[in-house]
């Protein structure tokens, strides 16, 4: 059974950082892509940022670029999402999913066929 599943979530204050996890199993971890998205309220799931487990190579959306820094720790089927410096405008459910037949590194969510349930980022002012 495939599973990802997110932590790390909470309330923070504008500046400060928190860092997610997606702790995966049931496909094979080293030879896939991961992507963080989100979805503030009331607005369309957007993706953050991805990695190639194969091959470490990353993709930031512009609005991240510079903040968040996304990782895999493949000895422990897990990614994490590193965010710094984060913003009211950050607030919203993240989400990490597996595309299990990577052909390019993008976030498009179509390609993404496992998702896990979210963990709520709230970033006060």
């Known amino acids: 059974e495939v599973q990802l599943v997110e932590s790390g979530g909470g309330l923070v204050q504008a500046g400060g950082s928190l860092r997610l996890s997606c702790a995966a199993s049931g496909f094979r971890f080293d030879d896939c892509a991961i992507g963080w998205f989100r979805q503030a309220p009331g607005k369309e799931r957007e993706g953050v940022s991805g990695i190639s487990t194969s091959d470490g190579r990353t993709y930031y959306a512009d609005s991240v670029k510079g903040r968040f820094t996304i990782s895999s720790d493949n000895a422990k089927n897990t990614v994490y999402l590193q965010m710094n410096s984060l913003k009211p405008e950050d607030t919203a459910v993240y989400y990490c999913?597996?595309?299990?037949?990577?052909?390019?590194?993008?976030?498009?969510?179509?390609?993404?066929?496992?998702w896990g349930q979210g963990t709520q980022v709230t970033v006060s002012s």
């Open positions: 999913a597996a595309d299990t037949d990577p052909i390019a590194l993008a976030l498009v969510e179509i390609e993404y066929n496992y």
